[in-house]
């Protein structure tokens, strides 16, 4: 049995890289599972479309605990292997799966309960209600097993795997791109079941999911067990992974709450504004998956290294990605305002309205994207060396301090176009501050001084 792989020696660049090669197909994967489900409920029609885009801030809340778990994990665990501490990596891992079973479960079966008072106060029409409904209720109920991948995969990134993740994400992929027409459209003895099948396929594809990471950290690299049987010490156990999950928790519980109410501002322009909101959300992620694929190999990067004492290390990876955020975001923002007429009528299916707000969603938000990811960089590097306050602080600006205000006074000031670009100039504001921030407090000198203080 494998240990887990050490990052705390080799070449910082080769390294990055050949964590986040692996991961592209992962990251591609995930952003396939992400646009089949958007491409074959966008053949229902706009209104199941519409309903779909509703649930996004939903799904974000019950993401945001469990990536937010995820990331606790990840830091805790790449940590303690860094120390040399497997057994404390182990039980860490264990405990994390427990905590995520029970917040997630309960977050879910809550959000069902109030479906219907919390979708019309994001202005969502009485047409839309029942497929809203439809959807969430083969969802929620399972939620907690459907995002424990979450910390599942932060563990196994932990332990340095990037192929095997990968491996994982691909294969949920293609299972869902396999379940969502049997569902949604049937197929001999399976019956059509709308949109209600879209929210089942993804509901079998990330259990299913769950259980293939967690073979696979129990087989070969002994980091699954069962949790603790005494309370006091799962309450310890618990308390260390919230100290970071839960700054990382707060942050991440900002994004569905900017997402709500940017998604209630688009809805004053319509169902097709709405609908090509979410379009454009799943489109974009393409913009992502070279900077999420290394994103992705942080954690661990950073994690084993602060841990070793390796601060020269953590301050090269940080540097590193620096430049990758920034040339990729500009190479991404030229392409996609290139193509955003050639993109839209994939996804609008002749609805002119639709098509129209979509083109207008791909050339503006992408000039956000650069600055944007180097703000979710300088986040991880602070969580992974245990600053989760300090990452808190910085995503809190971003989406509350800037994003919303901006998108507000846009759309007062140039309607639906204006949210848009409100929410580009937020996102540069916020990458600027992060960009200073880490160069003053993520560099070899600083993280000594605070070593050598602790």
Known sequence: MKKHIDLTQGHIGRQMIGMAVPMLAGTFSMTAFNLADTWFVSKLGKVPMAAMSFTFPVAMVLGSVAMALGMGSSVVVSQALGEGSHEKAKQISADCMLLGLVLVEALGLLALAFSAPIFRAMNASEDVLPLIRQYLVWYLPFAGVVFLSMPATGVLRAAGDAKRQSLIMVTGAVLNCILDPLLIFGYGWIPALGIRGASIATTLTQGSTFFMCICILHRRYGLAAWPQRSLEKLMR?????????????????????????????????????????????????????????????????????????????????????????????????????????????????????????????????????????????????LNAISRPLASLVLNALFLVGFNVPFALLGEWLFGLAGVFGGVVLGSNLAGLLALAYGRRRVNEAALARVGVSS
Do not use: K
């Open 237 to 381: 156990s618990w308390n260390h992974i919230l100290h970071i999950a839960g700054p990382a928790f707060v942050s991440n519980m900002l994004m569905p709450v900017s997402a709500f109410v940017l998604t209630a501002l688009v809805a004053r322009h319509g169902d097709a504004a709405v609908a090509a909101y979410g379009a454009g959300g799943r489109v974009e992620m393409f913009a992502y998956l070279c900077p999420m694929a290394l994103g992705i190999s942080l954690v661990p990067l950073v994690g084993q290294n602060y841990g070793a004492g390796r601060y020269d290390r953590v301050e090269g990876c940080r540097r590193w990605s620096e430049r990758l955020a920034l040339g990729w975001g500009a190479v991404i923002a030229v392409v996609f305002f290139l193509a955003a007429p050639f993109i839209a009528p994939l996804f609008a299916h002749h609805d002119e309205g639709m098509e129209r707000h979509l083109v207008l969603y791909l050339r503006i938000m992408p000039f956000g994207y650069g600055l944007r990811e180097v703000l979710r960089y300088i986040s991880i590097f």
